[in-house]
């Protein structure tokens, strides 16, 4: 039975994680004039890797490749002051604004479609399984 | 099902733009009002939004936290025939400029379209999440 579904629960897994997206997206478009709004983001690899239980620890991976980097002790999550689900990271910003927003609306725009692009598609995955696993099922007097 | 939370928050800076409007229509109809109900020239409102969190971390809503009166200048025109001139021969009029208006109007209408925009896409992704297994 495991095996029957553990596709369908990865699927739906990154699915939950592309709607949790999609509201993230929509909040920093909703606040694009708000002054003082830092834009956040959610870093969908290491959510998704935390999510299926493929990853040990958040932020684990984050290693210095160049001598400018800043180390980091701690994962993204302590690093941003959250602890609570540890994947909401701070976008990085392209222009300073006087009001110290942080939004790049075309950028959040640009997210939010591709961000609904690969919610559809994995709609589609699921479909996808849903139908092949019905198609085995079947019996052969069925067609 | 957590994308029903879009609804709220682009509700939320949808309805915040509006009253922006609203207040952006105000001042554009009175830039040439020299006396309000005080008995004094009109002053530009400015709305300011802030952000409100609704329920979890990721969603995170507008609302309108004030409205507060322009601090401008007033502009002085040169009329000694008006019943409200002072002794020089100034009226003092609103302080509201009308291409910052216009500018203002703008803005809140790109981000009003945007809002609306999130919250069609929204719906149309949450109608093909029902078909989830139909087809």
Same mark, same amino acid.
Not at chain 1, 80 to 99: F, K
Not at chain 2, 77 to 91: C, D, I, L, S, T
């Given at each position: ?22 509201? +993230? ?20 690899? #290491? ?86 696993? +019905? ?9 | ?25 105000? #001042? ?66 609103? #302080? ?17 379209? #945007? ?21």
């Amino acid at each position: 039975m495991q095996r029957l579904t553990a596709t369908l629960d990865f699927q739906s897994q990154a699915l939950v994680l592309r709607a949790e997206r999609q509201r +993230l997206l929509a909040s920093n478009i909703a606040n694009a004039d708000t002054p003082g709004y830092q834009a956040r983001e959610l870093d969908f690899a #290491n959510a998704l890797r935390t999510a299926t239980g493929t990853q040990q620890q958040l932020g684990g991976a984050l290693s210095t490749t160049h001598e400018g980097h800043v180390a980091t002790s701690a994962g993204f999550g302590t690093a941003t002051g959250l602890d609570e689900d540890g994947n909401l990271i701070y976008a990085r910003h392209s222009q300073d604004a006087v009001d110290r927003n942080t939004v790049d609306l075309d950028r959040e725009r640009a997210s939010f479609a591709d961000n609904s692009v690969k919610y559809e598609a994995t709609l589609r995955f699921i479909n996808g399984s849903v139908r092949s696993m +019905l198609d085995a099922m079947k019996s052969p007097s069925q067609g | 099902m957590s994308m029903f939370k879009i609804f709220d928050v682009s509700g939320s800076a949808v309805s915040a733009q509006t009253q922006r409007l609203n207040v952006v229509a105000s #001042n554009l109809a009175n830039v040439d009002t020299i006396e309000g109900p005080d008995g004094k020239p009109y002053k530009g409102r400015q709305v300011m939004f802030q952000t409100v969190l609704m329920g979890e971390q990721t969603s995170a809503g507008v609302r309108v936290s004030d409205v507060v009166e322009s601090t401008d200048k007033a502009r002085m025109m040169y009329a000694p025939q008006h019943a409200k001139a002072n002794a020089e021969g100034y009226v003092e009029g609103s #302080n509201v400029s009308a291409v910052e208006e216009m500018v203002n109007m703008i803005s809140a209408s790109r981000s009003y379209q #945007n809002n609306v925009e999130v919250m069609n896409t929204a719906k149309s992704l949450l109608l093909k999440t029902l078909q989830m297994g139909q087809s």
